[in-house]
Nanobody
Framework: QVQLVESGGGLVQPGRSLRLSCVHS????????IGWFRQAPGKEREWVSC????????SHADSVQGRFTTSRDRAKNTVYLQMNSLKPEDTATYYC???????????WGQGTQVTVSS
């Protein structure tokens, strides 16, 4: 019943910004986490950020710290990943999930493609 849907990806030039959305539904508790992950061709899936509803806290990977921010619109059941100062190295398929740790079992969205290129 849990469903996650990502959107907002696209082609963007280096230095520009994109905002990704993760709309979630079917949760049975007000306490949850939403993780953002990315995977580039030929590379392993990488953790990007975590949002925790219990206190509204966020955390981000070193590779995106200072450039990406994560936020939530409670009324819209949506978690956002604001990506600024994008680099070609950010090119990947981005996923949201109900976990912030790849070692844990959870639900995943279908992914949205982000391509950073001039």
């Amino acid at each position: 019943q849990v469903q996650l849907v990502e959107s907002g990806g696209g082609l963007v030039q280096p230095g520009r910004s994109l905002r990704l959305s993760c709309v979630h539904s079917g949760f049975t508790t007000d306490k949850y986490v939403i993780g953002w992950f990315r995977q580039a061709p030929g590379k392993e899936r990488e953790w990007v950020s975590c949002f925790a509803s219990s206190d509204g806290s966020t955390s981000h990977a070193d590779s995106v710290q200072g450039r990406f921010t994560t936020s939530r619109d409670r009324a819209k059941n949506t978690v956002y990943l604001q990506m600024n100062s994008l680099k070609p190295e950010d090119t990947a398929t981005y996923y949201c999930a109900t976990v912030c740790n790849l070692a844990k079992f959870g639900s995943w969205g279908q992914g949205t493609q982000v391509t950073v290129s001039s």
